[in-house]
Structure formats: C-alpha cells, structure tokens
C-alpha cells in the first residue's frame, strides 16, 4: 500500500502543478474503509463557463448558472446540454457522475436493465470543435455481494471521427486512495485529450477533508465547482458535498 500511496501523493502534486486537467471524475474508497467515494470536478476558461455553480438536492447534483443574467448567448456559446446537465443522479444501490447529459443515458439505460457500458456504447465525445472533449463517467454500484466502480472516457480517434472507448472496472479498492480520469492532459489549443490509464489520488479524512484536499489541488484561475459523495457499504442515504467558486445570485 505504501508504493500506491507514495504513487497517489506524486499524482496530486502533478495535479496541483496542472493549470487546466479540465473536468475530472474519481472513485475510491475512503480512509476508514466505510465508504466509496465519488469526486467530480469542473473547470473553465470562459467567462461562460465559469459562469455556474453545483446544486443539489440529496445525492442528485447538477450544474446551473451562478448569474442568469450572464449567460452568453446560446449562438455563440457551447451546447446548453454541455453547460448545464445533471452531474450525479442515484437509483437504489447505483451511483452515477458523469461531465454531461450521458448521466441521464446511464440512468436511463439501469432503469431498463441495461448496463454502464451499453449505454454508454449509445454515446460519443463532445461536439466541440476543434476541442472534441471526451466524454467521462463513473459508476458505483452496491447492488451487488461486493461493491464495484467503474469508469469510462469515450473521446475522438486519432485516425478520423471515430470513438474510443476506454472502460475500467474495479473490484478491490485501497483506503485512502481513489481512481482518476479527467477530460484534458493540460491546458492547450486544442486541449489535448486525456491519455493512458485512470491514475491514483489520496482520499485522506472524512468528506469534507477530501472536497478541500482536491479543491486545493485544483488550478486556482481555472476551477469552478467540485462536488464529492460519500456512499456508505452499510447502506443509507449518500452524503455530499459541493465547493463553489461562485456564489450564485
């Protein structure tokens, strides 16, 4: 355990040196070993962008303008469904935190017996030219003898229009540590994809000491609003909890 903490703690001080990792998705487990956890984070560049605040009502989170009345103009601002979408949504025993509206086809596709990938293998990267932002997702379950996550990146080939797509499940998890995708490698024009394989974070404390452990790891220009869930193994309600940038009016 010692190499993956040691690993995890390099991680977060490249992390922390990163000015622009985009959104970023983790899952783990916490210290004690009582709880998975799930982290989601989102960055901006324009004003548009930073432009929003998480809320939430329980364990469902979602994305919403901090200031209505700056919102840019729909037709010269991204998508709205790739600017305001439910973040993290729960059916019994799943929990699910993607960066766009693909939470709403995970849930969908569960609520008809389908399954994390299936429903993903309906979606795509962003329309988002010349950025192509992947698409990332988590999924939690304790439906099962023991719990499990997943995580996805479906993101724009190297060779044309195609989709990649990368999924890794885990069954066993360290305390303390979680797994980490996010859309961008760094800051660039275009962005550059995220690569390779999720890497590990620590995920020392209780929930609030995580959200600001990651919070502060975040470029401080660049971050907007992360949201971090606490899932008991005992079962119950999740707990959550959201750091804004903005305040919203």
């Not at 899952?27 to 956890?37: Q, Y």
């Not at 962003?126 to 003898?145: G, K, M, V």
């Not at 929930?207 to 971050?223: F, H, I, K, M, P």
Request: aromatic fraction near 8%.
């Amino acid at each position: 355990m010692s190499d993956a903490s040691d690993r995890a703690k390099r991680n977060l001080e490249a992390l922390r040196a990163n000015p622009y990792p985009g959104r970023g998705l983790v899952v783990g487990m916490d210290e004690s070993g009582r709880h998975l956890v799930q982290v989601y984070w989102i960055m901006g560049r324009s004003a548009n962008s930073r432009n929003r605040v998480f809320e939430n009502d329980g364990g469902h989170v979602w994305t919403a303008p901090a200031d209505p009345s700056k919102v840019a103009d729909p037709s010269k601002a991204a998508a709205p469904s790739l600017i305001i979408y439910n973040a993290m949504r729960e059916l019994e025993g799943l929990y699910v935190a993607t960066n766009g509206d693909q939470t709403d086809t995970v849930i969908q596709s569960a609520l008809a017996g389908g399954d994390f990938r299936k429903a993903l293998n309906t979606r795509s990267y962003e329309p988002d030219a010349p950025n192509f932002t992947p698409r990332i997702a988590a999924s939690c379950s304790l439906r099962a003898d023991a719990p499990a996550a997943e995580l996805a990146v479906l993101k724009r080939s190297a060779f044309g229009d195609g989709c990649d797509r990368h999924y890794f499940r885990f069954e066993a998890f360290g305390a303390g540590l979680g797994h980490c995708v996010t859309t961008y490698m760094g800051d660039g024009n275009p962005l550059p994809s995220f690569q390779g394989e999720p890497f590990l974070l620590p995920l020392p404390g209780d929930v609030d000491a995580v959200a600001t452990g990651v919070w502060q790891a975040l470029n401080v220009e660049n971050r907007v609003a992360l949201a971090v869930k606490f899932l008991a193994l005992s079962g119950g309600a999740s707990t959550v909890r959201i750091i804004n940038r903005n305040t919203k009016v």
